[in-house]
């Protein structure tokens, strides 16, 4: 049963923004084997499909180190994306007690509950009429839901205070460049040390779909700077390598947390879980003659799908996916990098804001039956993913990769001194 989160249970006191370094909430990887990284795709509802890989991960480690175990204690950086950076701040930000707000078997209720309700999705077909006409003038959702509910559980905890490294991609629209709110960079430049709720608000903020999102901070001279945020789908909607090259700069700024690993930095020293949202690639959805009579309303609106946010959402996503595999293979490192994605899903499947129950809970069959599925990788001839003979099932590939996070874990603490462990 959904557990409700009240905003005095969920929040820690406002704490004074400061420059500080980053803090040593786990062990560093100065003290292990490897620099260990979670990234999870944008995709809206889809959003519960990782969420049943995470639920399962965790439910492993839990089994080999105890049922304290969150995910924020194993990963030096996770990663997010729009729907993936609100999980992203659902397993790393601090509840009352110091521990991660959400454990990930909450996510798919936490998602069940709220989806219909960030996602309404009117009666019958005259609904899905008025949805598509509001979108031709303003956001289809006025998104004050989901203000209203990261506002409650996140309230005014910022980046600093995240219980590991994060790393949340957005876009401003004004200065048309990324930006990228990590822990790292937050240490450096106070100004990036905004709140969670306002950076998932504007990675979030997909096109068409939700509202840009507007917002300000200081830096430690008082200057305020201005965000003006949309989806960070629009430049990295799987930020796997934007977290690789946030790892990437703090061994080249010599950073403490990674005094043994020097530069450049190896594929054998990362430890990578890549989770996708899913998407439907199984059959060809548009072609070049029918594309070529489209004008901007069929770009927005085709067949029930946006075809221009399908396009720059699954191809960067697709592109990330080819390149880590070549990086990774390069170094002869392959079974360090996991990447769990389905493309097969069919109809409202494949979409990011169908609410109905009955597609939340087929939602859920996927992810189940995706664990069940042999572990796949992109053939690098022909840009298709294809099953690894002999690996197993993804399911499989979570628990042997649930055991590696444990051992690098428990390898961390008996070398680290008594007085870097946070106690």
């Known amino acids: 049963m959904f557990l409700s989160f009240t905003l005095n249970s969920c929040i820690n006191e406002k704490k004074e923004m400061e420059r500080r370094p980053l803090p040593l909430k786990i062990q560093p990887p100065a003290y292990g084997k490897l620099v260990t990284i979670l990234s999870i795709d944008g995709g809206g509802v889809r959003g519960i499909i990782p969420g049943v890989m995470l639920g399962y991960l965790e439910a492993q480690l839990q089994e080999l180190d105890g049922e304290d175990a969150r995910l924020a204690d194993y990963f030096d950086v996770i990663a997010g994306t729009s729907t993936g950076g609100l999980i992203t701040a659902m397993l790393s930000a601090p509840d009352a007690r110091n521990r991660p707000l959400f454990a990930a078997k909450d996510i798919v209720p936490f998602y069940l509950e709220n989806c219909p309700k960030i996602f309404p999705q009117g009666c019958g077909c005259l609904g899905s009429v008025v949805n598509t006409l509001r979108s031709l003038t303003g956001p289809k959702y006025n998104g004050k839901y989901l203000h209203k509910l990261l506002r409650k559980l996140l309230g005014t905890t910022r980046l600093h205070d995240s219980l590991t490294g ?174 769990i994605n389905d493309d097969t899903l069919k109809g409202t499947l494949s979409s990011v804001d169908t609410s109905t129950k009955e597609n939340l809970d087929n939602l859920v069959k996927a992810g189940e039956h995706l664990l069940k599925k042999p572990v796949s990788r992109v053939n690098l001839d022909t840009g298709r993913n294809e099953p690894i003979p002999n690996a197993g099932t993804n399911e499989e590939a979570l628990k042997r990769f649930a055991k590696l996070l444990s051992d690098e874990k428990k390898l961390r603490e008996s070398r680290s001194p008594h007085d870097m462990r946070g106690e």
Not at 170 to 191: C, G, M, N, Q, R
Not at 195 to 214: E, K, M, R, V
């Open 166 to 339: 994060l790393v949340i991609p957005t876009f401003d629209i004004k200065k048309l460049e990324p930006v990228l709110f990590s822990s790292y960079e937050a240490s450096k430049h106070t100004f990036l040390d905004a709140q969670l709720s306002d950076i998932c608000i504007g990675t979030s903020a997909a096109p068409t779909y939700l509202p840009a999102h507007y917002f300000k901070t200081e830096d430690t001279d008082g200057r305020a700077h201005d965000f003006n945020l949309i989806d960070g789908g629009m430049v990295a909607n799987n930020p796997t390598l934007v977290a690789i090259s946030e790892v990437t700069k703090q061994v080249l700024a010599e950073d403490p947390y990674f005094f043994n690993i020097k530069p450049p930095v190896d594929c054998t020293r990362l430890l990578v879980i890549s989770l996708g949202t899913g998407s439907d690639t199984s059959e060809i959805k548009f072609d070049a003659k029918k594309a070529s009579k489209w004008g901007l309303f069929c770009w927005l609106y085709e067949d029930g799908t946006s075809p221009l946010i399908d396009v720059y959402s699954q191809g960067s996503a697709d592109l990330v996916d080819y390149l880590n595999c070549v990086v990774f293979k390069a170094s002869q490192s392959e079974n360090n990098y996991l990447r």
